[in-house]
Nanobody, 126 residues
Framework: QVQLVESGGGSVQAGGSLRLSCAAS????????MGWFRRAPGKEREGVAA???????SYAGSVKGRFTISQDSAKGTLYLQMNSLKPEDTAMYYC????????????????????WGQGTQVTVSS
């Protein structure tokens, strides 16, 4: 059972930056995927950014060029650097990990993940 704990959320003005961290209780494995998802009030959960065991990354179109996902496998930590934040980025952000070999083409889809953190709130004011 992998436990994920997010941190780094907060309130920021539009144009600002935040860095989210996700500490995993154990390294999920080289062939696994990890990702960041978000859910805004009244909206469906959506994939924001994901990384596979080979270091391949995927981003939602709405964040491409502004957000960067990275991981420190030695520390078992996943990061999301968020720059040029917009009010529409306001949401609860969740870290997720698969517990099995990940199909890299699907790594932005929530259904492939079976471990989830509790979430960290990001609020961007205009």
């Amino acid at each position: 059972q992998v436990q994920l704990v997010e941190s780094g959320g907060g309130s920021v003005q539009a144009g600002g930056s935040l860095r989210l961290s996700c500490a995993a209780s154990e390294y999920t494995g080289r062939r696994y995927c990890m990702g960041w998802f978000r859910r805004a009030p009244g909206k469906e959960r959506e994939g924001v950014a994901a990384i596979d065991g080979e270091g391949g990354t995927s981003y939602a179109g709405s964040v491409k060029g502004r957000f960067t996902i990275s991981q420190d496998s030695a520390k078992g930590t996943l990061y999301l650097q968020m720059n040029s934040l917009k009010p529409e980025d306001t949401a609860m952000y969740y870290c997720a990990a698969t517990g099995y070999t990940c199909n890299s083409a699907l790594k932005l889809y929530p259904f492939v993940y079976n471990y989830w953190g509790q979430g960290t709130q990001v609020t961007v004011s205009s």
